[in-house]
């Protein structure tokens, strides 16, 4: 089954806490702190690989989380670190944040590597906060949290020469006839509802890769008959055959299909338009001689190529005039790639940050007392106190000093919290003080 969308929820490992831990050896009666740190957590990778052709694995299994991190341990051990895990996705997926749209990455090259989430920090063991005037510590640092984010993945298969038209032009008997594809071929409307590929070799070193892109109809742009399922899988191609239909084109003839087809590639994206397009006509074997259809091809290439296009004949039934058009195509497809070479586009530096909310007071109640009391989600702070246990004494001093050292008292004042004001953070709670 081919699936070409699929939205994901990733959450990386946790790290592992740091260990409170004293030497404890014959004849070292006053062994200082041995407590290691934490592992990091295991990240969630995304990779490109050439065997996978679709979602479906994604579809069926959305959830993906990497390992946590090991807890630090005595004699100053360091806990190990997570297991990644790595998910294969199809070369030509795009990796957008499901929330706000914005794209992360376009794996469009086999190997490619995307991290999706970031596995947390390990927890530093006591034996990091020993001081000149803190000589054995009492506490440890707690674990970073893994990142979690929800994503949805897009498939946009990539082809040389993508074959576009309306429905039951023959795209499907072309690349059957042209490669050993074999797609599905029937006389109705919308047999292919799946785009599919075929390699041609025309010689030892031409071959070209040609995608079946289901029949576009009008309003495509706006998703009329699948259209943005669609249309969105011929982007990446350099060079387009557009084949027209020279039989069955009582209701739409072949001018307004060739105008109405491409009206819709500039709505849905204008760079499309300005691509090579090569201009097939085809079922040419069933045209007669000295027929009124054929006069009317005669005018229609006269039309198209008043407007720059090349135009052929051909019959995917029978083989007629597919060699030309596809030898034309790979010429195409070389003059674009060296221009490509020539202008190479930059390519995007992803930096990954771990979101952190500011600092904010949510909520303020009064007590009779005058005592205040303050939500305080997100910024430095939550961060300290997430990661020590302030019931601890030694590790609420150490968190107490470094509020101070880190300006966070001052940020506090700001806000009008004043001494004596409890403060709550998450299912943690202590009564402000300078």
Same mark, same amino acid.
């Given at each position: 089954?081919?699936?070409?969308?699929?939205?994901?929820?990733?959450?990386?490992? /946790?790290?592992?806490?740091?260990?409170?831990?004293? *030497?404890?050896?014959?004849?070292?009666?006053?062994?200082?702190?041995?407590?290691?740190?934490?592992?990091?957590?295991?990240?969630?990778?995304?990779?490109? /690989?050439?065997? !996978?052709?679709?979602?479906?694995?994604?579809?069926?299994?959305?959830?993906?989380?990497?390992? *946590?991190?090991?807890?630090?341990?005595?004699?100053?051990?360091?806990?190990?670190?997570?297991?990644?895990?790595?998910?294969? @996705?199809?070369?030509?997926?795009?990796?957008? /944040?499901?929330?706000?749209?914005?794209?992360?990455?376009?794996?469009?090259?086999?190997?490619?590597?995307?991290?999706?989430?970031?596995?947390?920090?390990?927890?530093?063991?006591?034996?990091?906060?020993?001081?000149?005037?803190?000589?054995?510590?009492?506490?440890?640092?707690?674990?970073?949290?893994?990142?979690?984010?929800?994503?949805?993945?897009?498939?946009?298969?990539?082809?040389?020469?993508? @074959?576009?038209?309306?429905?039951?032009?023959?795209?499907?008997?072309?690349?059957?006839? +042209?490669?050993?594809?074999?797609?599905?071929?029937?006389?109705?409307?919308?047999?292919?509802?799946?785009?599919?590929?075929?390699?041609?070799?025309?010689?030892?070193?031409?071959? !070209?890769?040609?995608?079946?892109?289901?029949?576009? !109809?009008?309003?495509?742009?706006?998703?009329?008959?699948?259209?943005?399922?669609?249309?969105?899988?011929?982007?990446?191609?350099?060079?387009?055959?557009?084949?027209?239909?020279?039989?069955?084109?009582?209701?739409?003839?072949?001018?307004?299909?060739?105008?109405?087809?491409?009206?819709?590639?500039?709505?849905?994206?204008?760079?499309?338009?300005?691509?090579?397009?090569?201009?097939?006509?085809?079922?040419?074997?069933?045209?007669?001689?000295?027929?009124?259809?054929?006069?009317?091809?005669?005018?229609?290439?006269?039309?198209?190529?008043?407007?720059?296009?090349?135009? %052929?004949?051909?019959?995917?039934?029978?083989?007629?005039?597919?060699?030309?058009?596809?030898?034309?195509?790979?010429?195409?497809?070389?003059?674009?790639?060296?221009?490509?070479?020539?202008?190479?586009?930059?390519?995007?530096?992803?930096?990954?940050?771990?979101?952190?909310?500011?600092?904010?007071?949510?909520?303020?109640?009064?007590?009779?007392?005058?005592?205040?009391?303050?939500?305080?989600?997100?910024?430095?702070?939550?961060?300290?106190?997430?990661?020590?246990?302030?019931?601890?004494?030694? +590790?609420?001093?150490?968190?107490?000093?470094?509020?101070?050292?880190?300006?966070?008292?001052?940020?506090?004042?700001?806000?009008?919290?004043?001494?004596?004001?409890?403060?709550?953070?998450?299912?943690?709670?202590?009564? %402000?003080?300078?």
């Amino acid at each position: 089954m081919f699936i070409d969308e699929a939205t994901i929820e990733v959450k990386a490992g /946790d790290g592992g806490n740091g260990s409170v831990a004293f *030497r404890r050896e014959k004849y070292v009666p006053h062994g200082g702190p041995s407590g290691g740190d934490g592992g990091r957590g295991g990240n969630v990778i995304l990779r490109a /690989d050439a065997n !996978i052709k679709t979602l479906i694995d994604c579809s069926r299994r959305p959830h993906y989380k990497g390992g *946590r991190g090991q807890h630090g341990m005595g004699d100053n051990k360091t806990g190990s670190n997570g297991d990644d895990t790595i998910l294969l @996705l199809p070369v030509g997926t795009q990796v957008s /944040d499901a929330e706000t749209g914005e794209l992360l990455a376009d794996l469009s090259e086999p190997g490619q590597t995307m991290i999706a989430a970031v596995g947390g920090e390990g927890g530093r063991g006591n034996r990091r906060f020993v001081t000149s005037s803190r000589q054995a510590p009492r506490f440890a640092e707690g674990a970073d949290e893994g990142q979690e984010r929800k994503l949805k993945l897009a498939l946009k298969i990539l082809a040389d020469v993508a @074959l576009i038209g309306f429905p039951n032009a023959g795209k499907s008997t072309f690349i059957a006839a +042209a490669s050993a594809a074999r797609p599905k071929i029937a006389d109705y409307p919308f047999t292919t509802l799946v785009p599919n590929l075929g390699v041609v070799k025309l010689d030892n070193t031409t071959q !070209i890769v040609l995608a079946d892109i289901p029949g576009l !109809i009008r309003g495509a742009h706006k998703g009329a008959g699948l259209g943005h399922r669609f249309l969105k899988h011929i982007e990446r191609a350099p060079v387009f055959i557009h084949l027209l239909d020279s039989v069955n084109f009582s209701e739409l003839s072949m001018w307004r299909q060739f105008m109405t087809l491409n009206r819709e590639l500039k709505k849905w994206n204008e760079e499309l338009v300005r691509r090579p397009q090569l201009i097939a006509i085809n079922k040419i074997d069933a045209v007669s001689e000295g027929s009124e259809s054929l006069a009317k091809i005669e005018q229609l290439e006269e039309k198209l190529q008043a407007r720059g296009c090349e135009v %052929f004949r051909i019959s995917a039934a029978t083989g007629e005039g597919i060699e030309p058009l596809l030898w034309r195509a790979a010429h195409l497809l070389q003059a674009e790639r060296e221009a490509a070479a020539a202008n190479p586009a930059p390519m995007p530096t992803l930096t990954y940050v771990r979101p952190q909310k500011p600092l904010k007071a949510v909520e303020i109640c009064n007590y009779e007392d005058g005592m205040s009391e303050w939500e305080v989600e997100g910024g430095a702070l939550s961060n300290l106190v997430r990661r020590f246990d302030i019931s601890n004494r030694d +590790a609420a001093l150490f968190v107490h000093q470094q509020m101070e050292r880190q300006g966070i008292n001052e940020e506090l004042k700001r806000f009008g919290i004043k001494a004596g004001d409890l403060l709550h953070m998450g299912d943690a709670a202590f009564v %402000f003080e300078e």
